[in-house]
């Protein structure tokens, strides 16, 4: 059973191509077809957002459903790219699941500070973390109510 | 103004004359009168000479009295005690500290040009010590009217003749109780009859003196004290600043420390998720081309990977247990471990008999020392897991010290003591994964616990013969 699209966007940033990978075969096997764009770093991500540098011209009122952002990230750090998400009329309530490998409580404060929706850690037992992809595809993609934005 | 003797002056004498009126009578008057007059002029003589000696004492106890260092005022002294006695030499003796009054040198004088200085020449007579020092310490004045006709010994004689004297008048010069030096006067030209009044005068100047040199002496044992002050004070400055340093390194390398586990969480983690997530990838999606030994041996990169990442995260709890802030609070121990105890026993159906004593307050962090006693009796838990019936206690007995040593106590496999010092090392264990499961980290968790809390943590055991873990808070660490 292919859960319906619907239009619905996810917005992967993951600068390390295998976790990448793993995500999206994760997202794939439990049959989670929306469409993934993945950012790289942070500018990527926010270019993505904003339609600026590489994304020069997109248009930014299709937004993604949910944001899965990794902390640490080249450029522009997760922390950062959740700061800037928050602080822009346009963006302030997308959802964002951090999604990282870090369990330092500062990490975990800072994103909730920072108004994250949701904070998971990768765990290194690969069900589990294709557990906890399902998860928050079915009830991000699925369940949740989104902000009218 | 000086007094003056004279009765017989002309006016006086014709008033006589007129009344006499009969010259023999008139000169034998006179003679008498004479007689009388010279009686006069003595005692006014000796008078004015007191009146001297008073001023220039007066002269010397006002110098006393000034802010002045000894050098000055001994140079002032000996200068107005020689105008006044009309010596040759006055002179300053001083004593070398432990010799024993044997040497010495003058340190201050007033000479008459015609006589050689006798000063800072280094002066040893060897019979002085033995022979005079108790004396003169007990105030002993020596006048000697010519050394010549004295009865002094050759040696004597030799050293005062070395500076020309031929009369002297000594008089000690005593700081406190003790014989500090001597106040000579020589008379060199001469030999010289000393009076009372001169020898009351000096000895009066050689008491001011003491005075002088009791003074000093307070002075400088003053500025010594205030030197070591002054130095104390420096060393504590230096080791303040020592210790801000120290401070300051500290900071630089606990932050050093903090970035090195925060990129040990992160990076450490993500290539063992790679490892592990292709694995399953593998089992999953290729399952039919693999083999059994195939699928064995991917099932078996899964595990070490999950055991690694497991270290990892056990690590990262050790490094946090060593650099989290600490909150010092009373802390009933006994409240800690009965609830701890009622975990275990919820997690199974072993007969075990906890002996928890009552009350066991200490002072320490809440969190912290709730990990030690996590630790060490779901330790004692573990290794009493193959007894059918087995006895966990938690207690505190009082130290050699005073201080009080807590324990945890079990009738379990034990250990052999051989190893003790290796159980508190992380990663280190006694016991085989197949026999009781466990990262060995434990252990070196609840050492860094202690430590951090001031204490010390030791074992006894032997092998199938139980376990006592024993670790102390201490109190000064408290503060």
């Known amino acids: ?149 | 103004m000086r007094l003056t003797a004279k009765l017989m002056n002309q006016e006086i004498l014709a008033r006589l004359q007129n009344l006499c009126r009969d010259e023999a009578a008139f000169e034998q008057i006179k003679e008498i009168l004479a007689g009388y007059e010279q009686g006069y002029e003595q005692e006014i003589t000796k008078a004015n000479l007191l009146v001297e000696q008073q001023k220039t004492l007066f002269h010397v106890i006002t110098r006393l009295r000034e802010p002045l260092d000894l050098e000055t005022i001994f140079q002032a002294t000996a200068t107005e005690v020689r105008q006044m006695l009309k010596a040759d030499r006055v002179g300053m003796f001083r004593f070398y500290l432990d010799s024993g009054w044997d040497d010495g040198e003058f340190v201050s004088e007033d000479v008459d040009p015609a006589f050689g200085s006798a000063m800072a020449q280094k002066i040893h007579d060897h019979c002085f010590g033995e022979q005079f020092a108790a004396h003169y310490q007990q105030g002993r004045i020596q006048a000697v009217a010519d050394i010549y006709n004295y009865g002094l010994s050759d040696c004597h004689i030799q050293i005062l003749s070395q500076f020309q004297v031929r009369a002297n008048l000594v008089v000690p010069l005593l700081m406190g109780q003790k014989l500090w030096g001597l106040l000579c006067i020589h008379q060199c030209s001469s030999p010289r009859q000393w009076n009372s009044t001169e020898i009351e005068f000096v000895r009066q100047i050689a008491n001011h003196l003491g005075v002088a040199l009791h003074h000093a002496e307070l002075l400088a044992e003053l500025q010594v004290e205030i030197r070591e002050r002054m130095q104390a004070q420096q060393r504590v400055q230096a080791l303040n600043q020592g210790l801000q340093q120290a401070i300051t390194e500290l900071k630089v390398v606990n932050k050093e420390l903090e970035a090195f586990s925060y990129s040990v969480s992160h990076d450490l983690r993500a290539p063992l998720r790679s490892i592990d997530g292709f694995s399953l990838a593998l089992l999953e999606d290729c399952l039919e081309q693999l083999d059994t030994t195939g699928q064995d041996y991917l099932r078996r990169i899964r595990s070490a990977t999950q055991r690694m990442g497991q270290l990892i995260d056990d690590l990262l709890t050790l490094s946090r247990v060593t650099r989290s802030d600490m909150h010092f609070t009373p802390v009933n121990l006994s409240v800690l471990a009965s609830r701890i105890c009622t975990n275990l026993q919820r997690q199974s159906e072993r007969q075990v008999e906890f002996v928890i004593q009552n009350n066991l307050l200490a002072q320490g962090d809440g969190n912290l020392l709730q990990v030690v006693l996590e630790n060490l009796l779901s330790n004692a838990w573990k290794f009493t897991s193959k007894r059918l019936q087995a006895r966990i206690e938690f207690g505190a007995i009082p130290q050699e010290d005073g201080t009080r040593a807590y324990f945890v106590r079990d009738d379990g496999v034990g250990f052999d003591m051989a190893y003790s010092d290796k159980l508190f090392g992380p990663f280190q264990r006694l016991h085989g994964m197949h026999e009781f499961p466990g990262n060995g980290i434990g252990l070196a968790t609840v050492q860094r616990i202690v430590h951090r809390h001031g204490g010390r943590v030791w074992a006894e055991g032997n092998i199938e013969q139980g376990a006592t873990f024993y670790f102390t808070l201490v109190q000064e660490a408290l503060t």
């Open chain 1, 1 to 149: 059973m292919n859960v319906t699209t619907n239009n619905k966007t996810i917005l992967l940033v993951e600068d390390n191509p295998d976790d990448e990978a793993l995500a999206i075969r994760a997202l794939k096997r439990h049959h989670i077809g929306n469409e993934i764009v993945v950012a790289h770093d942070g500018v990527e991500a926010l270019d993505y957002l904003f339609g600026t540098g590489m994304y020069k011209g997109r248009d930014i009122n299709i937004k993604p459903t949910v944001i899965l952002l990794d902390l640490k990230l080249p450029r522009i750090d997760g922390l950062e790219v959740l700061r800037r998400l928050r602080e822009d009329e346009r963006t302030k309530l997308l959802p964002v699941v951090v999604l990282t490998t870090s369990n330092e409580e500062q990490d975990l404060l800072n994103s909730y500070s920072l108004g994250c929706n949701s904070y998971i850690r990768k765990p290194v037992d690969f069900i589990q973390f294709s557990d906890a992809i399902r998860q928050l595809g079915m009830y991000w993609l699925l369940m949740n109510e989104v902000p009218p934005l």
